[in-house]
């Protein structure tokens, strides 16, 4: 089935495969939907079935020569086309290139199939290049403009397109996904899916080693401020901040590797710009821990409330949350929850890190920490 392998989404892949069943497959699809959804993914899977030699049930064989061809994206006739260069943008020579290729015979393949990944970074001369493209597609050519963004694509574009929306999957769809397919324990499933906030790529990059093991490091933070005193508040402020200097320095190197692989070589016009998207990718990273210490809060909640019953997030978590729960009351874990919302506030406000820190475990010890510290 073409829904198999696809996390959630069911209703596009039945559209989907339905069009291949039915000899129907439009000429150019519109994939819209917030980003980490699979929606590349999905139009892959579309270009294979179209091209596999032995699809079965509208599903790619992912065995064949097509197959593994579109795998390895080395495939005559299958082409994503991602926005370049220090704007990020799709100019109208990459798309002239595009539309060459897909005027020529095709090579192997039974369909061209020409995917733009983030289409709403075309400019306007290249929309409009690729429009006449639209109008009239040559036969057996499929275009999939795949963007987060629909509103910016011009309507000519829109309107010349089948649009497919995509949505953020709930948690049970990721939960499943991460079962049956990544074959992930029940328990564990649940606690990713429920930190993933709707994108499967989330749930991927939780699932790696890494993200794990930063998880831990996070919560043995927090613990550390809860048990400890001033000083040791301090210092974890100050290991916390040395481990986003580092993360910055990493992601700056790594965006900086795939400029280069886009062909740049004078980096300084571009260091602007490797700073900010290593900065916002940084500014992720704290919101993602300070979720993770809210939904640790969250869970000694539901424990206050439920009892050692309660259905938690951090099943591993269980015996260090019973203590603290035990040992505080339930307008104060209220007062710690409300401690992380505003924190992750002021992070989304840019307010000095050190500062955001140094309130929030603050307002932790006032509520949780040990008698004394504060007087
Ligand atoms: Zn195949």
Known sequence: ???????????????LSDAVARGRVAGAYLFAGPDGLGKKFIAIRLAKILNCLSCRDSAPCEKCESCRKINSGNHPDVLVVHPK???????VALIGDVLKKVSRKSYEGRYKVIIFDDAHRMRKDSSNKLLKTLEEPPPGTVVILVTSRPDRLLPTIVSRCQTINFYLLSDKEIE???VGMKKIPFEEAKAIASFAGGRISESL???SGDSARRRNIYLNNLRSVINGNLAVLFNVISVINSEFQKLLEESAADI?????????EDFKEIRELIDAEAFSHVQYEKEEMLLIWQIWFRDMLLIKECGS??????????DALLRFSDGCGFDEILNCIKAVEHARDMVRFNVNFQIVLEEFFLDIIRNMGRKGVLT
Not at 310 to 318: F, L, P, T, Y
């Open 1 to 15: 089935m073409f829904a198999d392998a696809v996390a959630g989404h069911k209703r596009q892949c039945v559209i």
């Open 85 to 91: 260069g220090k704007e990020r943008i799709i100019n």
């Open 176 to 178: 499943n996904f991460l």
């Open 205 to 207: 990059k939780l699932l």
């Open 256 to 264: 900086k590797k795939e400029k280069q692989a886009d062909g740049y």
């Open 309 to 318: 019953g309660a259905d938690i997030v951090n099943k591993s978590e269980k």
